[in-house]
């Protein structure tokens, strides 16, 4: 019954409570010995110093990650003022390191000096990568970071309001001003980046060295294909049952089967050696780094179908973040490419594996026990059909597998038009609604289930959403890339073997960490251009069985 | 299902994640307005420049604590390097913060201003604080504290072994080293706060303005008092029955008694305004700051005392922690005193309620409703006496009421010799083995349970021990004083009304904050010195009804 306080007079004693856990004694003995005897400064090389740079950066993410992960699943209620202020200090302060002049000082020093050409590829590649996000976080005015901050705060509070009153003109002005802001910021990213558009900019920030060019060449031959499949699906002579889906499932077995379906994907979070849990959030995510990497999902009584998906979702997630070189760690091509070979790892294990006729061959009867007597009178196929049920909807988070990329490609669409300056914020409840009507042929009603349901564009994030459907492409071709090399792989799922394929990801995927830019990777992985024909093969013929095309 | 990623090449969408909360956004806001604007220089006086900076000092311990929290209850075992390192990095931005000479210099500014004079007495208290944080941190120099912090590394490993293998002669050169340092130390804050002994330096910092000299004459009344209690418990005329209180209570009972024991003592956990929470970890502890405090038990199935008080001691904490004055946030004086009254707060609610027989004639119908027929053939007097059990023991985290002040005694004794040089590192087996004979009458084995049972020396804590002795003598003297002003306080906990007990608490001892030193808030509080007649006084009416002397 020892006391621990964290209040001002007693930060002095810090460290004395750090000395608990003897592995915390180990980090304040390396703190001891390499932050405050400045030993940082003897360090041989400028390549070295940038990397011990890197590595308190990396630390103060992950530490708010921490503190974020606790927002979102443990603080009491009353904690949440206290909260944003640690937010916001850590942010601070991780601004604070990412843009110290040192790191400018140290990357030139690095690129202008004659031994550069005498660093690894791997060493050349992290010096690359701290440029880049030197560069992006050093090269906007600070009046402009300023005036976005703000604005983003402004702008989401009046998205909320506006979405509640289903009233785009309340929302109007506030995005309208984001977006300038966001303009003003594109274009000077453009010069830095030297881009062939403000949008491409924006878009590399998400997706390095992906732009507009290639994504509206891929996106058109996605959609066409998209379209094609939705309407066979239709048309197809099988008429989906999917009224046991709602059948009440007690949280307690959702639990059970959600580390059922964690221990079948390798992502362990009971051995003494785990690095992973699982914790209710409204919202699913992922967070974490290596050797502590997170999920969350929530439980429906009468919907076991979204747990079971966003458990195998960010599942997927969680083992690419796991699964990076043990001695990249720290580094920045210790992390993943880009957010859609992320969501290209996620979906691959959510849809790819977790929706698949050999993964339920497997797995059914097991739900069925782990259910009692729930789901024994549904036969095996009628379920995988039902969980691969395509319908299209006015919600982009709650679409399937064949319209999501869909709801993606109207979002990339209209921000192409707007960042050309061609259409203005005021143009786009309308054409939302066309496009919906047009590509997914349903009538959206009011601009709360139309073009505000999304956050992303209030607080600023314009170029972020093509990297959604844009792992959905990534996860066709390296599905196509494992299938020659594992042929068998549809065998080892339906004997309960994920393994194989995981280690597979892990070596072709995983392990590639950030040394390549996505165009780059996709080409290594797979042996081709980024292209589609893998993804729509694979949903056609896995749609031909599910509605009998 | 949207993914959060933490790791290196997203931090720069940190702005992007935190916006999904609105509480966030507002700390953004005002990060974006106070810290990167840098309105902070713009602010009209040194003495709102110090506050600014405190204010960060104390967001990011409390932001600290958050990591720690998470490390003892939900970290997945695999996390622990990175925690260490992360914890490190916190420590050393922390140091950096608390250290940084514009705060020395803003403080030499406020005191020799004409203006001075003119400050509040919380102001000035504000600035005294400070500054004598300042000192603490700053006056040691940096070789000094490196060595100390490498050797507490060091010197707790190998306490942990030789623990482990109950040889002091193991741990007896790293105890030596680390005394040597922290003597060094308290040389230099002798004469930095210009006290008598460098041991007062060292009490000091825990137990502000508390000097070895009144607490010998402390001690010593209080180690004859109770010794006496002792002899009369021991020639009292009740035999106790203990044996019930092994019956096995299955956890998930006493998770549902703690819930109700935190809501007796209002440690909101539950309400949609709850500033608390109860985890499970093997040592109990209390951690965070106002409206987020949390509290930890742990659960044996054939140990329900052990929840129980562990429940109030913390609870005890926990409501300290959260009522000082809502002004006084980020500021110095928004803060427990000492770990002496901290300690004082909590065993009032552990012991001086929650042992009482008022207590448990409200509580024991309910527990023996919560525990299904468990209890159902125990009297209460029976359960009562059980419970306050006096039982010399060799271990003093598992001493009772009475004897566990004598555990403390004898450190502080021992402290006080080898701080003043008397005795050397090698003489404190057997002085310990021997004043554990003269007080307790217990012979001690082996060092394990003997000198080497506690942490606190190894980490290089002299002077800390003396607090927890303290706090029941805090409480003692605080108790009698609420005896006068609520003579009726034993009917309305009987009743289960703890709220007016608990409102003359907040009023008079925690929003007193850190407005007072120890002796001066002891005084204010009860008109009188520090003084053990009040405890000792409370102890002889208590025990000689549960041994009948």
Redesign the interface.
């Known amino acids: 019954?020892?006391?621990?306080?964290?209040?001002?007079?007693?930060?002095?004693?810090?460290?004395?409570?750090?000395?608990?856990?003897?592995?915390?004694?180990?980090?304040?003995?390396?703190?001891?010995?390499i932050?405050?005897?400045k030993v940082i400064d003897t360090l041989k090389s400028p390549y070295e110093k940038l990397l011990a740079k890197?590595?308190?950066?990396?630390?103060?993410?992950?530490?708010?990650?921490?503190?974020?992960w606790?927002?979102?699943t443990?603080?009491?209620?009353?904690?949440?003022?206290?909260?944003?202020?640690?937010?916001?200090?850590?942010?601070?302060?991780?601004?604070r390191l990412?843009t110290d002049p040192e790191i400018g000082d140290l990357l030139s020093k690095i690129e202008k000096h004659t031994d550069y050409e005498s660093l690894s590829a791997l060493q050349k590649r992290n010096v690359y990568?701290l440029r880049k996000?030197y560069d992006?976080?050093t090269k906007l005015p600070?009046k402009l970071?300023?005036e976005t901050?703000?604005q983003?705060?402004?702008a989401?509070?009046v998205w909320?309001k506006a979405k509640g009153a289903k009233d785009f003109s309340m929302f109007k002005p506030e995005l309208e001003k984001m977006f300038k802001l966001r303009k003003q910021a594109a274009d000077i990213l453009m010069e830095v980046k030297g881009t062939a558009s403000p949008y491409d900019a924006l878009i590399d920030?998400?997706e390095p060295k992906m732009d507009a060019r290639t994504i509206t060449k891929i996106f058109a031959e996605l959609r066409d294909g998209l379209v094609l499949v939705m309407e066979k699906c239709r048309r197809g002579s099988k008429r989906l049952d999917t009224s046991f889906m709602n059948r009440k499932v007690p949280v307690e077995m959702q639990e059970k089967i959600s580390k059922e379906l964690a221990e079948f994907i390798g992502y362990d979070?009971k051995s003494?050696?785990?690095?992973?849990?699982i914790d209710e959030t409204e919202?699913?995510?992922?967070?974490?780094?290596?050797?502590?990497v997170?999920i969350t999902t929530h439980y429906y009584e009468n919907n076991l179908a979204s747990s079971l998906?966003?458990i195998l979702?960010?599942g997927g997630?969680a083992i690419y973040?796991q699964n990076f070189k043990e001695s990249w760690m720290y580094?920045?091509v210790?992390?993943?490419t880009s957010?859609g070979f992320?969501?290209s790892q996620?979906r691959f294990v959510e849809n790819m594996v977790g929706r698949s006729r050999e993964f339920w061959n497997y797995f059914f009867p097991k739900l069925q026990v782990l259910t009692g007597g729930i789901f024994s009178n549904v036969a095996l196929d009628d379920f995988v059909r039902a969980i691969n049920q395509v319908k299209p909807s006015k919600i982009r988070?709650e679409a399937d597998e064949v319209t999501y990329s869909l709801h993606i490609i109207i979002r990339f669409e209209i921000e192409q038009e707007l960042l050309a300056e061609r259409i203005t914020v005021k143009d786009l409840p309308e054409l939302w609604n066309q496009k919906y009507k047009d590509y997914l042929g349903v009538t959206i009603e009011n601009d709360s289930e139309g073009v505000m349901q999304d956050?992303?564009w209030?607080?600023?994030?314009f170029g972020?959403f093509p990297t959604y459907a844009l792992g959905n492409v990534y996860g066709g071709q390296i599905l196509e890339a494992m299938e020659r090399e594992l042929p068998n792989w549809r065998d080892k799922i339906t004997e309960g073997n994920f393994q194989t394929l995981k280690k597979w990801l892990v070596e072709n995927v995983h392990q590639q960490g950030?040394l390549y830019d996505p165009p780059v990777l996709i080409k290594r992985i797979t042996g081709e251009e980024l292209n589609v024909n893998p993804f729509l093969k694979y949903l056609n013929k896995k749609y031909s069985w599910v509605y009998g095309f």
Chains 1, 2 share one sequence.
């Not at 019954?1 to 608990?20: C, D, H, K, P």
């Not at 890197?54 to 974020?68: Q, R």
């Not at 003494?272 to 849990?277: F, I, M, S, T, V």
């Not at 919202?283 to 502590?292: E, L, Q, W």
């Open positions: 019954m020892e006391f621990v306080i964290y209040s001002f007079v007693q930060l002095l004693l810090a460290g004395f409570e750090n000395t608990r856990n003897p592995y915390i004694v180990e980090g304040v003995y390396s703190f001891a010995a932050n405050m005897g890197t590595k308190e950066m990396v630390i103060l993410g992950t530490a708010t990650g921490i503190i974020h606790d927002m979102e443990k603080m009491p209620p009353k904690g949440v003022g206290l909260r944003s202020q640690q937010l916001a200090l850590l942010s601070q302060m991780s601004h990412s990568l996000h992006e976080q600070e970071v300023k901050a703000k983003e705060a402004i989401i509070d909320k920030m998400y979070i003494p050696q785990a690095g992973g849990r919202h699913p995510f992922t967070g974490g780094y290596y050797d502590d997170r998906f966003s979702h960010e997630h973040e580094q920045p210790g992390s993943s957010l992320h969501e996620s988070v956050i992303h209030a607080s600023g994030a972020y950030d």
